[in-house]
């Protein structure tokens, strides 16, 4: 099976844009859940979808956004950039039936 | 409660050493601890996985103990080797609470060498 895909790997934006990430799990997957990782805060969760719908949410503002289409695929988007988002965010796919998370290579988001 | 603390931040051993590397959660609804390795540049790999309902877990050169009353874990890694060399995170998540819904809750990291 192929893995979890992110596009794209790396993305350099500026303050006040905002941003699309792409996210493609495991071929029967239907759980996909977002991290943050920064050298200073480590791996944060930012939320999970399951069939469409947002099951759970952590703690980061509203401008950070997700949605899951009807093929498992997930987008999170973050609103006004702030220099702070920049980071690797993560993909993890599940089955939904357990929380064993397989992740994605991230996407390096740099703000400038 | 929900954090997990994970020691040391880093830890230098010899090839063919065994380190060892240790997590202490809060949480008593906890019941799914996996261990992922990260090399620079990539995504988080998962390692291996317990579950309390065990006190070891062994694969390959990788193994978790398990101390539910102690509210700890860790993770050996025998015969260590040069390849071995990358960032060790634990994790820990309410599986069987079904709860979770995705989050797994992660420590601070490990930075592993081992020199030649």
């Known amino acids: 099976k192929a893995g979890v895909t992110q596009t794209p790997r790396y993305l350099i934006k500026t303050r006040g844009q905002q941003v699309t990430l792409s996210c493609s799990p495991i071929?029967?997957?239907?759980?996909v859940s977002w991290y943050q990782q920064t050298p200073g805060q480590g791996l944060q969760f930012l939320f999970e979808?399951?069939?469409?719908?947002?099951?759970n949410k952590g703690n980061f503002p509203g401008r950070f956004s997700g949605r899951q289409f009807s093929n498992s695929r997930s987008e999170m988007n973050v609103s006004t950039l702030e220099l702070g988002d920049s980071a690797l965010y993560l993909c993890?796919?599940?089955?939904?039936?357990?929380?064993?998370?397989?992740f994605g290579p991230g996407t390096r988001l740099t703000v400038l | 409660q929900q954090q997990v603390k994970q020691s040391p931040q880093s830890l230098i051993v010899q090839k063919g050493g065994i380190p060892i590397i240790n997590c202490a959660y809060e949480?008593?609804?906890?019941?799914?601890f996996p261990w992922y390795q990260q090399f620079p540049g990539k995504g988080p790999a998962l390692l291996i996985a317990?579950?309390?309902?065990?006190s070891e877990k062994k694969e390959g050169r990788f193994t978790i103990s398990f101390n539910k009353s102690a509210k700890q874990f860790s993770l050996h890694i025998m015969d260590s080797q040069p390849g071995d060399s990358a960032t060790y995170f634990c994790?820990?998540?309410?599986?069987?609470?079904?709860?979770?819904?995705?989050?797994?809750?992660f420590g601070q990291g490990t930075i592993l060498t081992v020199h030649p």
């Open positions: 994790a820990a998540s309410n599986e069987a609470g079904g709860t979770s819904y995705g989050k797994l809750t």
């Open positions: 949480n008593t609804a906890f019941d799914y």
């Open positions: 993890a796919s599940a089955s939904g039936d357990t929380d064993t998370q397989y």
């Open positions: 979808y399951f069939s469409e719908t947002q099951r």
């Open positions: 317990i579950r309390p309902d065990v």
């Open positions: 071929s029967g997957h239907r759980s």
